[in-house]
């Protein structure tokens, strides 16, 4: 049965028995130092502006509201992930998968840990999430993608269901001729996505929200029908609604009021249905 949980997830997952989730999902603070803000804007209709929608009318976004949802910022951060990575292992079946999203700054250091947690022999993949997105420094180069660590429960057997993942265009169209290039490819290790649209209707306005189509490809691929994902730091609860798109169940949890109430708002229609 679905579930939202909120509260710190070191003492709800201790809760939960062993072996009870076939996907953990980890998408914790960064530890940017900075603060991640929630920002509410609307668009509002403005001959004098630059941005032009449908039909040449052109528009304007006004900002309604900036919230601090956390300050992304941990004197030392393995420490705070090490208890719930351990919980993560225990909690996963003997087939099912840890996906750990993070970036650049402390990807080194947490893969580290994992592999003292998981051992190395579980280790299956580096996945890279590129886009293109937002600001270009001048100084260095944009870093443009994060890293999603894959470790399994078991070294020899794991749940990959390869025909289930979605397709993508093959960069080179003209070098497979029509047929596969109508069928397109399979995904490799790195994966090209754009973020969430500051104005789709995908958006929910809360900071670091992750694109559901990187959330359905590990869902689909990772985990079958009537299984359970733990989406361990929930948010905006993207992984639950992957979960729940897909008939698989999902227990997300998040200390944050903010994120529980965007949660129960986006994820409403399943919970009513499985209550």
């Known amino acids: 049965m679905p579930q939202i949980i909120h509260g710190d997830n070191l003492p709800a997952m201790r809760a939960m028995p062993d072996g009870c989730v ?48 956390f300050l992304d910022q941990y004197d030392d951060i393995l420490e705070f992930l090490e208890p ?19 970036d650049y700054r402390e990807v080194h250091y947490c893969k580290v840990l ?33 890293t999603i660590l894959w470790y399994t429960k078991s070294p020899k057997d794991w749940t990959f269901h390869r ?31 754009t973020i969430v649209s500051p104005t789709g209707k995908e958006k929910t306005g809360y900071p670091t929200q992750k694109p559901l189509g990187i959330l359905e490809r590990i869902v689909n691929v990772h985990t079958s029908k009537g299984e359970t994902v733990l989406d361990m730091f929930a948010g905006s609860g993207t992984a639950a609604e992957a979960a729940a798109r897909n ?19 986006r994820l409403a229609e399943w919970i009513a249905k499985a209550s």
């Not at 803000?37 to 309604?64: H, P, Q």
């Not at 299956?124 to 270009?136: K, L, T, V």
């Not at 008939?247 to 708002?265: C, H, L, P, W």
């Open 22 to 69: 076939h996907l953990v999902y980890a998408d914790p603070p960064f530890n940017t130092g900075h603060a991640q803000r929630r920002r509410r804007m609307r668009t509002v209709r403005d001959d004098s502006a630059e941005r032009i929608g449908f039909g040449g009318r052109r528009y304007r976004e006004e900002l309604l509201q900036t919230a601090v949802q």
């Open 84 to 102: 719930r990575l351990i919980e993560a292992y225990r909690l996963l079946s003997p087939t099912g998968s840890l996906f750990f999203h993070i």
């Open 114 to 146: 994992l592999d003292s947690i998981f051992g190395r022999e579980c280790f299956q993949n580096e996945i890279i999430w590129a886009y293109d997105y937002g600001a270009r420094p001048g100084r260095k180069w944009p870093a443009k993608h994060d």
């Open 163 to 193: 025909a289930a993942s979605d397709r993508i265009p093959y960069m080179a169209p003209g070098l497979v001729g029509k047929e596969k290039a109508a069928r397109g490819k399979l995904p490799t290790d790195v994966w090209w996505h």
């Open 247 to 265: 008939g698989r169940d999902f227990i997300a949890i998040d200390r944050s009021k903010e994120a529980i109430a965007v949660m129960q708002t």
